[in-house]
């Protein structure tokens, strides 16, 4: 299983996002991902909180509809 440490995932989430983020605010997305509090994130940490987070934003936009 594939495990970021906070400089991997750092590097991830800029280049996916596109935008020059604060490292405190990615200590603070880190620590969201890092369920276990094990320092890493792994696929499986990275792919449940995604997800949460993916169906978290559908429930609200279905209720503004």
């Known amino acids: 299983d ?3 440490d906070l400089l991997s995932f750092s590097s991830l989430v800029r280049a996916r996002e596109g935008l020059d983020i604060a490292d405190d605010i990615i200590k603070k997305i880190f620590s969201a991902f890092d369920a276990d509090g094990s ?3 792994s696929a499986h940490e990275y792919l449940m909180y995604s997800l949460s987070e993916a169906l978290a934003s ?3 936009r279905a209720i503004d509809l």
Request: hydrophobic share 45%; net charge negative.
């Open 2 to 4: 594939a495990q970021l």
């Open 39 to 41: 320092g890493t994130v």
């Open 58 to 60: 559908t429930e609200l």
